[in-house]
């Protein structure tokens, strides 16, 4: 579909900003994420970050928009 996907995101680790609470849970990893326009203006830089729940056999939708970090 011309979508790159990566199940890690360094940056995000070391700035602390890889976990996200849902439905009452403090522990979803963002850091699988789908990467769109990665090579334009980095407030132009699209995002899609998910958690991967497999206790539920679903995917979370947290982040829909740019980069969480490094504007």
Do not use: Q
Request: hydrophobic residues 35%.
């Amino acid at each position: 579909f011309g979508l790159n996907f990566s199940l890690e995101d360094e940056p995000l680790v070391r700035k602390n900003l890889n976990e996200f609470e849902y439905d009452g849970r403090n522990d979803y990893s963002r850091e699988p994420h789908l990467k769109l326009d990665d090579f334009v203006k980095p407030n132009e830089v699209g995002r899609i970050y998910f958690a991967i729940d497999t206790e539920g056999s679903r995917f979370i939708v947290d982040h829909v928009g740019v980069k969480l970090y490094g504007i």
